[in-house]
């Protein structure tokens, strides 16, 4: 049976919310590198979640060049 879709943010959403918040914006590949240290997720584990963040409304993107570019759509106070 499936999982029930949650509208909060999980403690690893959570961590790329932070960077985004704090970046203003940034693309997969830099958000991956910068928590590189702090948990060790998979650039696809990262790519996979911020596309979920995306679905809930949390994230915006745009594409530029080859990359698409993550902007949070939600402040901390908002999502907290």
Same mark, same amino acid.
């Given at each position: 049976m499936a999982r029930k879709k949650s509208r909060t943010l999980t403690d690893a959403e959570h961590r790329i919310m932070e960077v985004l918040w704090t970046k203003g914006s940034a693309t997969v590949a830099e958000v991956a590198e910068a928590?590189? $240290? =702090? &948990? $060790?997720?998979?650039? @696809? @584990?990262?790519?996979?979640?911020?596309?979920?963040?995306r679905e809930k409304g949390y994230l915006g993107c745009r594409k530029e060049t080859r990359a698409h570019v993550y @902007?949070?759509?939600? &402040?901390? =106070? @908002?999502a907290a």
């Amino acid at each position: 049976m499936a999982r029930k879709k949650s509208r909060t943010l999980t403690d690893a959403e959570h961590r790329i919310m932070e960077v985004l918040w704090t970046k203003g914006s940034a693309t997969v590949a830099e958000v991956a590198e910068a928590l590189a $240290g =702090e &948990d $060790g997720s998979a650039y @696809t @584990t990262i790519q996979t979640m911020m596309g979920i963040l995306r679905e809930k409304g949390y994230l915006g993107c745009r594409k530029e060049t080859r990359a698409h570019v993550y @902007t949070p759509r939600v &402040d901390r =106070e @908002t999502a907290a």
